[in-house]
């Protein structure tokens, strides 16, 4: 349940910003509900996400999966309802490969005998994304974990350009995350239209595997 209201006195700026977000997406946003508390903050991040949306250098499946990664490593559950969505029906992204992120174990917690079995022919993520992956967890922990190698091995492959947009796709999903999850907001349903929701597969795991982050 969110822990603030997302209802608003019904101000010219609140239903055409509402309107806009039906329009796109069929429901106004509870993350921009939220914000809409604070004009200001509202404006910015609207901004902020049409910015974000104009990025062209990465390809729609390698920023897909470092935001669902990014989403799952946090424990954001309306991000990860929300970015299956878009990733499945707006970008064209492979079901399996968008389930795999969120089921899949985190090389940075799981036994080694479980990352080998995952590295081994049992993921559908080429090596390019398990690295796209494990770089965007590394940097959603507690504190950055992100090692040169990491870094440069990306560089390698991505040049640049792409690297550079990869670590800000990854560092707005951890704003967009942290922001929902500080203020209890879940999933509105977005996922239900996929075949195997993912966010379902998120509470089923439950918070354990996550507690160690906060501490």
Request: net charge positive; aromatic share 6%.
């Amino acid at each position: 349940m969110a822990r603030i209201a997302l209802e608003h006195r019904r101000t010219a700026f609140v239903r055409l910003t509402e309107f806009a977000q039906r329009r796109l997406y069929g429901r106004a946003l509870d993350p921009v509900r939220a914000m809409l508390h604070n004009r200001r903050v509202a404006r910015w991040y609207i901004r902020a996400e049409l910015g974000v949306t104009r990025f062209r250098a990465l390809d729609h499946t390698l920023a897909d999966l470092a935001v669902l990664a990014t989403a799952e490593r946090i424990g954001c559950s309306w991000c990860v309802d929300f970015g299956q969505w878009e990733g499945e029906r707006r970008h064209r992204v492979d079901p399996d490969k968008l389930r795999h992120v969120v089921v899949c174990p985190d090389p940075g917690s799981a036994r080694p005998e479980e990352v080998a079995a995952h590295d081994a022919g049992h993921c559908p993520l080429s090596e390019l994304e398990r690295a796209v992956v494990r770089y965007a967890r590394a940097m959603s922990g507690a504190t950055c974990a992100v090692t040169d190698d990491q870094v440069d091995w990306l560089r390698a492959r991505l040049g640049e350009e792409r690297l550079v947009e990869l670590t800000m796709q990854v560092a707005v999903e951890n704003l967009r995350a942290r922001f929902n999850s500080a203020l209890g907001l879940v999933g509105q349903g977005f996922s239900d239209t996929c075949e195997v929701p993912l966010v379902r597969a998120l509470a089923g795991r439950g918070a354990a595997d996550r507690v160690g982050d906060a501490r």
